[in-house]
């Protein structure tokens, strides 16, 4: 029987977060930000006549978290492809801000690529709302002759 169970996670879950980091070729995820601030995963459990076994199927937390200043942005909220549509990344996000409630933030802002629709879909139903929109830019060394 399968179950999905959302906790807390922590540095001894990193193997399992880059794992669903990598199946988005968008994130910036490293494992250091376990301990830098609130992170939620969910995970699916399944239960066999020998124990059973589980799997890390969607993650999210903060790329930048202050008690101090009440400020948060969310970040590396992502689901493995094989399990989306299913709203766990909704569970997840919601957690995740009740969580930085508790803990006395007041603005609470993440990033979202405007073409992805899905996730824009979800934040606009948890109350998000645009305030600005950015481009990226990388800088690249030019090489020297």
């Not at 790329?63 to 101090?68: A, I, P």
């Not at 549509?85 to 930085?100: F, P, S």
């Amino acid at each position: 029987e399968k179950s999905f169970e959302l906790a807390r996670l922590g540095e001894a879950d990193a193997t399992a977060a880059l794992a669903v980091a990598s199946s988005n070729p968008s994130s910036w995820f490293e494992p250091h930000v376990l301990s830098e601030g609130p992170y939620f995963g969910i995970w699916e459990r399944q239960a066999t006549r020998s124990g059973g076994n589980q799997r890390l199927v969607s993650m999210g937390g903060t790329h930048v978290f202050s008690q101090r200043y009440a400020v948060a942005a969310l970040g590396n909220i992502t689901t493995d492809p094989r399990y989306r549509r299913r709203g766990l990344a909704r569970v997840l996000t919601a957690r995740l801000c009740l969580e930085l409630l508790c803990f006395g933030v007041e603005v609470i802002s993440l990033n979202v690529a405007s073409d992805n629709c899905a996730a824009l879909g979800l934040y606009q139903a948890l109350g998000f709302n645009t305030v600005l929109e950015f481009e990226e830019s990388q800088l690249r060394p030019k090489s020297v002759a």
